[in-house]
């Protein structure tokens, strides 16, 4: 369809994606398709890469290259040229467990960017995840991703980021992580081996969860920097080999009072750098030195 005013084409449709036209004099100086605008998850190439979804029995999604027409994204391995981006949404209807989830797998060189949240039910403003395991290991072993999508949940699940990133050696850009509220496990292994990622992102919650930082950086041999650790008080679990084998990390600031215990931090600090500095709660007592507490 051609738009004109005063005999000047001011835009023209293909389909559903619009094409700008500049016009000076009336001679066309420039031309290109209008930038698509989305909130939700999206893929981009950085060179010719393949993208595909393998659903869960709970999970179905969508995938769609102007975010106007959509097809179904399951099991579809999607062929994507230098520059081409294409759009997720999907929907999940019931818990996952660790035997069935959904999971991207990738080739090429690819950076996502919106909300992972347009695969709970297409809408990318929620921030309420619902069921538990929503998004365990959905990335996991993806070599190809250099940058992770939006997480901006503030209610979150058992399990919901368990292994999210697990594998992925080329990722060097964290995402934020704003709730302040853990859940079980939420975090566990979350970026382990992630042998790229320089610093970790903030980690506000100052009330821990049974398992909340199980081997999240576990293998992270480029982390230099790890967020400021604010709870004062341990759980189950809660920071057991969350540092271990980082071997760049060379700074530690960590609030807890209670004493390093094996249920609280088994090797948590073990192969971290040989040099460097902890900062500790000025209202500790314990002085444990080693793979459990403070590096020697």
Excluded at 138 to 149: D, E, K, N
Excluded at 223 to 245: G, K, P, R
Excluded at 249 to 273: C, E, H, R
Aim: glycine content about 8%.
């Amino acid at each position: 369809m051609i738009f004109r005013n005063n005999n000047k084409i001011t835009n023209i449709y293909r389909g559903t994606l619009p094409i700008s036209n500049v016009y000076r004099g009336g001679i066309l100086v420039y031309t290109g398709e209008k930038p698509i605008t989305y909130d939700g998850l999206t893929f981009e190439a950085l060179e010719p890469s393949t993208i595909k979804y393998t659903p869960s029995t709970v999970s179905t999604a969508q995938y769609s290259y102007d975010t106007v027409n959509w097809e179904t994204a399951d099991n579809v391995t999607l062929n994507l040229n230098k520059g081409k981006k294409v759009f997720f949404k999907g929907t999940i209807t019931g818990n996952q467990t660790n035997s069935n989830y959904a999971k991207f797998t990738m080739t090429g060189n690819i950076s996502a960017s919106g909300s992972i949240m347009s695969l709970q039910s297409g809408n990318p403003e929620d921030n309420t995840l619902i069921y538990n395991y929503e998004f365990y290991r959905i990335f996991y072993g993806c070599t190809s991703l250099v940058a992770s999508p939006l997480l901006p949940a503030t209610t979150l699940t058992e399990d919901c980021y368990e292994y999210m990133f697990d594998g992925c050696t080329s990722l060097v850009t964290e995402p934020e992580l704003p709730s302040t509220t853990l859940a079980p496990y939420c975090y566990s292994g979350m970026f382990q081996n992630c042998s790229a990622l320089g610093f970790s992102p903030y980690l506000p919650a100052t009330t821990l969860a049974d398992g909340c930082y199980f081997h999240m950086f576990n293998g992270c041999t480029s982390l230099i920097q790890a967020s400021e650790l604010l709870a004062t008080t341990l759980t189950e679990d809660c920071y057991v080999w969350m540092f271990h084998n980082c071997s760049s990390l060379n700074y530690i600031k960590a609030m807890f009072t209670d004493s390093p215990d094996l249920g609280y931090t088994t090797n948590w600090v073990q192969g971290v750098a040989s040099t460097g500095t902890f900062v500790k709660n000025k209202d500790a007592t314990w002085d444990v030195t080693g793979n459990d507490g403070i590096p020697e």
